[in-house]
């Protein structure tokens, strides 16, 4: 499928080349709008526009609808008014609240000026609520039913309205906008009598969610229930909108894009990384490396405190890289599957005690397999091999047990720092590896010369 693509690709860009633009208008007919907006993501922005005007008029706003904010204002900005009224008024309106909030001060007058007037209001009511709220992520086009009408009245009702939703496959019943239940087309077409009420063929035991909810745990809702969409309902249980499953899957891209930047150690970016030049890159790791080396020096100056046992066995320095390494990823596996238990609901912070015993328990058997493994090594090829003969047996013990200790000291903070953070309000992510090693590296040398200071000297 991918070589399928990128033969595509070129052959789009080869089309465009030589200006042949009937067959590049037949060609672009038949694809979807995904893949019309990853073709434009690769070319120069001079030839984007050209190529967007040869598309349908439905594929055109679903395009436009996946490109890159960057590329969205590119266009804008070539739009004539009437382009821009026509491609705004095929978008849904999440689509439309997205790109609003995305735009500039200016290209926003120009969005709002060519969208209609309800448009501009349900725009205005979803940019009211929080960003990352499922208020923020909702769309208010779903097809309301009421509990009276029969089933012959809700198709014929689905059929008039439906073509302007976003979904049609799951229908809401309300009451003066209160939700009452859910009625799938399913359920409508397989019903035995056209006459039959909605209200009987309904399923009253409704799943929702708060326009104040995390938009993280709306999407693991609809993946946790296999859902297509979730209603959302204000304050007063009045049903505002939906959160389709399409939105979901954004948003849970984006969240795992962001916790796996804060996890190595960067700050959160919206640019794809080819769409990103040096400096933007520059930025976003900087401030984490400079952290992190400042934070270094405690682990200088624990060398430094302990430089005339070092004098004294030169031979402990060649096993100080292996103690940190090895605690530091120790470290960060602990926090990777805490961070990743958080994340997907599996753990909450009253479970902290079972956490950590377990987390005893497996550094215990790890500790206890690494010693070993490592005495092994220090022995075999350290001493016999490389004909090290300033290590000892004794040398040989104060590694290993400094190595059983750092592991369990390592597990014990991995997994206690992204619970701490979480109570404290903070992203678990933050307080991954790069954060955990650093911790763990000045624990693993105090351990080190701490057991060497009372059984060498």
């Known amino acids: 499928m991918a070589e399928h693509f990128v033969t595509l690709e070129k052959s789009l860009k080869k089309l465009l080349d030589e200006k042949k633009y009937q067959t590049l208008k037949d060609v672009l007919a038949t694809m979807n709008g995904a893949d019309a907006a990853a073709v434009f993501e690769d070319l120069d922005e001079e030839r984007t526009p050209l190529l967007f005007r040869l598309l349908p008029k439905e594929t055109a706003a679903e395009a436009f609808a996946e490109l890159s904010p960057e590329l969205q204002e590119h266009l804008i900005r070539g739009f004539s008014d009437k382009e821009l009224r026509e491609v705004v008024s095929e978008l849904y309106v999440d689509d439309a609240a997205d790109l609003v909030e995305e735009m500039p001060a200016s290209v926003v007058k120009r969005i709002l000026a060519q969208a209609d007037p309800d448009m501009r209001r349900e725009i205005n ?87 104040m909810t995390d938009q993280e745990e709306v999407a693991q809702m609809l993946s946790k229930y296999n859902f297509l969409a979730l209603p959302v309902v204000d304050a007063e249980d009045r049903m505002v909108g939906i959160v389709t499953f399409d939105d979901a899957m954004d948003v849970l891209v984006e969240e795992t894009t962001e916790d796996i930047e804060k996890m190595a150690g960067m700050l959160p970016s919206e640019k794809t990384y080819l769409r990103s030049n040096a400096w933007d890159l520059f930025r976003h790791r900087i401030p984490w490396l400079m952290l992190l080396m400042i934070s270094a020096t405690f682990t200088g100056m624990i060398i430094t405190g302990f430089e005339n046992a070092l004098a004294a066995q030169v031979v402990l320095t060649a096993f100080i890289p292996m103690l940190m390494d090895t605690g530091g990823n120790s470290g960060s596996q602990a926090s990777v599957t805490v961070i990743r238990a958080l994340s997907l609901g599996e753990l909450e912070l009253n479970d902290l005690p079972q956490v950590v015993w377990k987390e005893i328990q497996t550094a215990v058997l790890c500790g206890v397999a690494l010693a070993s493994l490592c005495f092994c090594k220090i022995m075999l090829f350290d001493r016999l091999l490389l004909g090290n003969t300033g290590i000892t047996t004794l040398t040989a013990i104060v590694v290993c047990a400094t190595m059983a200790v750092t592991v369990l000291i390592a597990k014990v903070v991995g997994c206690t720092l992204p619970m701490a953070a979480k109570k404290l309000g903070f992203d678990p992510a933050v307080m991954a590896s790069p954060f955990i090693t650093t911790i763990v590296d000045a624990l693993s040398l105090l351990v080190y010369f701490s057991i060497a200071s009372s059984l060498l000297f």
């Open 125 to 211: 009511e979803i940019l009211r609520y929080p960003e990352n709220s499922a208020g923020s992520i909702m769309t208010t086009e779903y097809v309301s039913l009421r509990p009276q009408m029969t089933v012959a009245e809700a198709i014929q009702r689905i059929r008039r309205t439906g073509v302007d939703k976003e979904t049609i496959y799951t229908c809401y019943v309300t009451e003066a906008r209160r939700l009452l239940g859910t009625v799938s087309v399913k359920d409508l077409l397989l019903a035995a009598d056209d006459n039959t009420p909605v209200s009987q063929i309904m399923d009253e035991h409704v799943i929702c969610v708060n326009t």
